[in-house]
């Protein structure tokens, strides 16, 4: 997949989350100013908070793609990071938050439903569209993440576009289900105090889902290495090289979803000029940049294998 493949369906799947939230949110505020309904409205406001965060990332993607210039030399694909990271703080502040003060409320001082009927009506449409986008997420992540396990790709996943929207639909499901056992209940054993509950439990999903959110995208942000499979490429394409005495390792920092810079430690032939060094450096790169288009910047640094090694000890030690 191309590059520029992979942003637009990553694009699809952020405008699939936003068209149903955005919808769902409207919907759901309107059924609890009816019903009176704490899980409802607790519904209503984390599909509110979701639609906000689509936004932002829309804005993230944006101004990630923005070219390289001379005060962001890198680029500024670290701003779809720092983005994400900032869902995940809404989600937890305002999502988590707001449910589980309108729960605390509502157990406090509970009150009947009022025409419970269309609560029901709601939840149920509710789950057709959030079923929908998280299909488009989950198909989505699912062609990314080859044969890792999911809890694996998410881990070692670079595109928090994906995974976040995931997240977020999957956290949306879990609370319709729970504001639909919380409802009924309800209404079942005519405890009002149950609705308050499942406003807390939905708050209790909201916090969790954007603690993994927050935790990974806070690794994004700081900079994380690239798939050990660039670099275990890149040692391997250095190595084959001819005028390559030694490759003795490599750094890797993501600075965006789709941009990788690297370093590399080599070791030349000693009979080399810096004619023939340069044109080794030429063809490495060509060669890395065909396997891996992401590799957008590549640093070679002749070095023998045993200052690399001395070097690399220094910092574990450290």
């Not at 025409?115 to 299909?135: D, H, K, Q, T």
């Not at 406003?199 to 909201?206: M, N, P, T, W």
């Not at 490429?233 to 390792?249: C, F, H, T, V, Y």
Request: some cysteine; aromatic content about 8%.
């Amino acid at each position: 997949m191309t590059r520029q493949g992979g942003k637009s369906k990553a694009r699809l799947v952020v405008y699939a989350a936003l068209g149903g939230n955005l919808a769902i949110a409207a919907t759901k505020l309107a059924a609890a100013a009816i019903t009176g309904s704490s899980a409802m409205l607790s519904e209503g406001v984390h599909s509110l908070v979701d639609t906000a965060n689509e936004l932002l990332l829309l804005h993230g993607m944006s101004r990630a793609g923005k070219p390289a210039d001379r005060t962001h030399p890198f680029g500024y694909g670290r701003e779809l990071y720092f983005w994400a990271f900032i869902v995940a703080l809404l989600v937890f502040a305002l999502g988590a938050g707001v449910s589980i003060y309108e729960g605390v409320l509502h157990v406090r001082h509970p009150h009947p439903m009022e025409r419970p009927l269309v609560n029901y009506i709601v939840l149920g449409a509710s789950l057709v569209f959030e079923g929908v986008s998280w299909v488009i997420a989950l198909r989505e992540f699912r062609s990314n993440k080859g044969e890792l396990g999911y809890f694996q790709a998410f881990r070692r996943s670079k595109d928090p576009t994906t995974f976040t929207v995931l997240f977020e639909d999957s956290a949306a499901l879990i609370g319709l289900m729970i504001a639909l056992v919380g409802i009924g209940a309800a209404q079942w054993f005519a405890m009002p105090r149950l609705d308050g509950v499942a406003s807390i439990a939905i708050g209790v999903v909201l916090a969790v889902s954007s603690l993994l959110l927050a935790r990974e995208t806070k690794g994004l942000l700081i900079g994380e290495s690239a798939n050990p499979r660039v670099r275990d490429d890149i040692l391997q394409i250095a190595g084959e090289d001819p005028a390559i005495r030694s490759a003795n390792g490599v750094l890797t920092v993501h600075m965006g979803p789709d941009e990788v810079v690297a370093a590399l430690s080599a070791e030349f032939h000693d009979a080399l000029d810096t004619t023939q060094i340069e044109a080794c450096i030429n063809r490495i790169e060509c060669a890395i940049k065909q396997r891996h288009p992401s590799v957008s910047i590549l640093f070679v640094k002749p070095q023998t294998r045993e200052v690399w090694n001395k070097r690399t000890a220094d910092a574990r030690d450290a």
